[in-house]
């Protein structure tokens, strides 16, 4: 974290949020001796990019991905407005890729290859590749959850495929689920407090993911958990936490109707490409019965070709790349609301024990006990968890809807260029021809 | 011939000008303007007009290509289009067919110096002088044998060619105008669904702070995009139309090929018939049966027939037989002008075949280019409004 004051964290006094002990985390959790300022990781724009100071790598096996953050970052720049550029530094790099199919007379699955580049002091060392299944991130997930429940945790791709319908062996599955591990796995890199995570770092460096490693956590965890599940009821939701709430309905509906469209836009596609495909056809047996007509024909059922294999490539492109985005989301968006309503039961009981203990303390002067203040300051420290990944999700939203919607739009021009491009060249060979016969003519 | 051809284009300028609902029906103006004429001249032309001019010209010049009427009604139609003869882009087009009739007629060689189409251009009562020529006689007896089968021995090489030809030309037109039909109508669903989007944009930029102007203004150009397609389909019409004027040429063309056939198997016939009254003649003269008659059964049975009997037999084949070698004289001038003549005018068309399909084919690149354009603008706004999000 940056050293400049944190913003939007009202009740949580001075300190940046991770040092101060987390009312749900077991004491286990190594407390940061400080925040990581690592200027020379050379992500915090403001003393590297815009003031024209170099950026020093930290290892430079991790050029070419500060590259391609780089990339994103400039888009930022442009935009000028990203409220984390100036807090936030970057020295944690996570990258999912390579599957391997691992045969076993148990199961066939897939694994992924995690690797990370970090100059932080949490991690023994600078670089590391795991491998890993979705199952360990299955895992992670749920920790993260379990361990930092008032925070939006990224979603995972889905779980469950129907065998039979799918092939979870695919090269096109497989690649969408890797894409969407990565995403996943990035965010959490990103964010200023999961990023910390004990359970992360076991992840991303443990040869062997020994999964019972949390178990004394999540006993301490579960029974606090168990606690903020108890039957008080809220009464009045801050307006704040209601238009979240409101928001995501809306949100949620909206992605659900685009989805369908896209997906329908798809459909059509298809069928439009089948009907094209056989126009295309007969053009090509018509050139057969002609003479001066032939290339004439022939060259307008290669255009068509053409174009068909165009977009071909942009449904393609469409099913694997715009759609999981959109899935993603309504996913975070389920999870998003989960984490709302545990806020609501963390008030609601806060505000239960505390009207008992002002009863009580008006019946027989009993003071008002140390838990009631404990769980002040849990709800406290929720709500500002939440309102700080509130703005952080809402802005990673916006790039993400940003880059989704004119990776769209390129590509559908890229897809007319295509056509473009092959119909311009038909005109030319069939001026040229004509010109041809004239001069002949003359001659 | 071709002086004269346009010697008719440059005394009128054809031009079919309206189309005009009279009573229920369909009509067609055509408006004429002679240019060394005092009064411009307007007639009211219904669509069976057209149809008696063009059945009069088919029946008078079996060896001419005769051009087509555009349909009647409208087929190949895509489901926005309605079938309905009335709608008002259908009857445009039409009426843009009968103009390209009567234009290709008119400029035809042989076709412009034809009288009857003199009066169709200038005369109220030019149905009287068409019904006059007699025509309908032999419009009924030349479909009769078109439709008939018939099998010819020799028929001329080339003009077979030319009517598997045809067959072709008729085929693949008709496949292509089917097939573009169907892509016409699923490319209309592609681009409407995409107003969805639009919409869905409005509504979701309600709920965005930042995000709201270019979701917003991005929806309209999805919007645009939806709407676009309208245009786009109506102006493939004409490529259609163009399409459907050889589908239907190409029947014309089959027409010819198959006068060819019948003129050629009339000769066969009456060549056959002369050389069998020859036959029939010499055994008559000479006495010995060489081929199986009942009349020489009979003889042989019930003896020869009496000399006066046989005289007048013989006078009666002569005649006969003088009669049929003017008739082969007069079949055999006749398939020869209508091969000499018919070939020409294939070569004709064939010529103006290639040269208006490969211009259709042009035009037709040119829209797709043209539409091209358009989606690249449409998309790349869109894209600046995302960018702006």
């Known amino acids: ?443 | 011939m071709v002086e004269e051809g346009s010697t008719l284009m440059r005394r009128m300028e054809i031009c079919v000008a309206e189309a005009e609902k009279r009573s229920g029906k369909n009509a067609v103006s055509m408006q004429e303007t002679f240019t060394h004429a005092v009064t411009p001249d307007c007639l009211w032309r219904r669509y069976s007009e057209f149809e008696l001019l063009r059945n009069y010209l088919i029946v008078t010049y079996p060896y001419i290509v005769v051009p087509p009427l555009p349909e009647k009604r409208a087929e190949f139609v895509w489901h926005k289009l309605s079938a309905d003869n009335m709608d008002p882009d259908f009857v445009e087009r039409r009426r843009v067919g009968l103009e390209n009739f009567l234009l290709r007629v008119a400029s035809h060689p042989v076709l412009c110096n034809d009288k009857i189409l003199c009066y169709f251009l200038t005369e109220h009562g030019w149905k009287e002088a068409v019904y006059e020529t007699g025509f309908q006689a032999k419009a009924d007896s030349r479909l009769r044998a078109l439709s008939a089968t018939f099998r010819v021995r020799n028929p001329d090489k080339c003009f077979m060619e030319m009517k598997h030809y045809s067959d072709e030309l008729q085929s693949h037109t008709s496949q292509l105008l089917r097939a573009r039909a169907r892509v016409a109508d699923r490319l209309y669903g592609v681009f409407k669904v995409h107003g969805n989007y639009g919409r869905v944009f409005s509504e979701w930029s309600a709920i965005e702070k930042e995000m709201g102007d270019g979701l917003q203004s991005a929806g309209h150009h999805m919007d645009a995009y939806a709407a676009s397609i309208d245009d786009i389909l109506e102006e493939e019409e004409h490529y259609a139309d163009q399409l459907k004027e050889y589908l239907f040429y190409a029947e014309a063309l089959r027409a010819v090929c198959r006068k060819h056939e019948l003129t050629q198997f009339e000769l066969e016939m009456a060549s056959q018939d002369l050389i069998s009254k020859k036959q029939q003649r010499e055994e008559l003269a000479t006495g010995i049966v060489r081929t199986f008659s009942f009349k020489g059964m009979t003889n042989k049975l019930f003896g020869q027939e009496a000399p006066e009997q046989r005289e007048a037999r013989l006078k009666l084949l002569e005649d006969l037989i003088a009669e049929g070698e003017e008739t082969v004289k007069e079949k055999t001038i006749e398939r020869a002008e209508h091969v000499e003549k018919a070939w020409v005018d294939i070569q004709r068309f064939k010529e103006q075949k290639d040269k208006d399909l490969r211009e259709a084919l042009i035009n037709y690149a040119v829209m797709q280019i043209s539409m091209c354009k358009k989606g690249i603008q449409v998309w790349s706004n869109a894209k600046e409004c995302f960018l702006k999000m």
């Open chain 1, 1 to 443: 974290m940056s050293i400049s004051a944190p913003r939007g964290l009202a009740s949580s006094g001075q300190k940046p949020i991770t040092e101060i002990l987390h009312p749900l985390s077991a004491a286990e959790e190594p407390l940061s001796p400080g925040p990581d300022v690592t200027v020379s990781g050379g992500r915090d724009k403001e003393v590297g990019l815009t003031n024209g100071t170099p950026v020093e790598t930290p290892s430079p096996a991790s050029a070419s991905v500060l590259f391609n953050r780089l990339q994103l970052d400039d888009d930022l720049d442009s935009d000028g407005r990203d409220p984390y550029a100036d807090t936030e530094t970057h020295d944690l790099f996570v990258t999912v890729d390579d599957p391997k199919k691992h045969v076993s007379t148990m199961e066939t699955y897939i694994t992924y290859r995690v690797s990370t580049k970090t100059t932080r002091i949490e991690f023994d060392l600078p670089d590391y590749s795991v491998r890993r299944r979705y199952q360990d991130f299955d895992w992670l997930r749920t920790k993260l959850e379990d361990s930092q429940p008032t925070h939006l945790i990224p979603p995972l791709p889905e779980k469950f495929v129907m065998k039979g319908v799918v092939d979870r062996f695919s090269e096109e599955f497989v690649e969408t689920r890797m894409k969407a591990l990565d995403k996943f796995l990035k965010r959490v890199a990103d964010h200023p407090v999961l990023s910390f995570n004990p359970h992360l770092n076991a992840f991303l460096s443990a040869k062997d993911l020994n999964k019972r490693q949390g178990l004394a956590l999540l006993s301490k965890v579960g029974e606090s958990v168990k606690n903020v599940a108890g039957g008080y009821k809220l009464r009045v939701r801050p307006p704040e936490f209601c238009a979240m709430g409101e928001y995501l309905d809306t949100f949620n509906q909206k992605l659900g109707t685009i989805d369908r469209i896209a997906q329908r836009i798809l459909k059509e596609q298809s069928e439009y490409l089948t009907e094209l495909r056989e126009y295309g056809t007969v053009y090509a047996s018509w050139a057969g019965s002609e003479e001066e007509l032939q290339r004439p024909l022939e060259g307008v059922a290669g255009c068509v070709t053409t174009c068909c294999g165009a977009l071909e490539d942009m449904s393609e492109n469409m099913g694997q790349d715009f759609l999981p985005v959109l899935r993603e989301y309504i996913l975070y968006i389920e999870s998003m609301k989960n984490v709302l309503r545990k806020r609501d039961q963390s008030q609601a009981e806060y505000e239960g024990r505390l009207e008992a203990a002002v009863l009580r303390k008006q019946e027989d002067r009993t003071p008002i006990p140390a838990e009631v203040e404990k769980c002040q300051d849990k709800m406290e420290c929720f709500n500002a968890d939440l309102k700080a990944d509130w703005e952080r999700w809402q802005s990673n939203k916006r790039q993400d809807f940003k880059q989704l919607l004119t990776g769209m739009a390129d590509k559908n021009v890229t897809h007319y260029e295509k056509c473009q491009a092959a119909w311009e060249s038909l005109i030319t060979l069939l001026q040229d021809k004509q010109t041809e016969d004239k001069t002949s003519e003359t001659n």
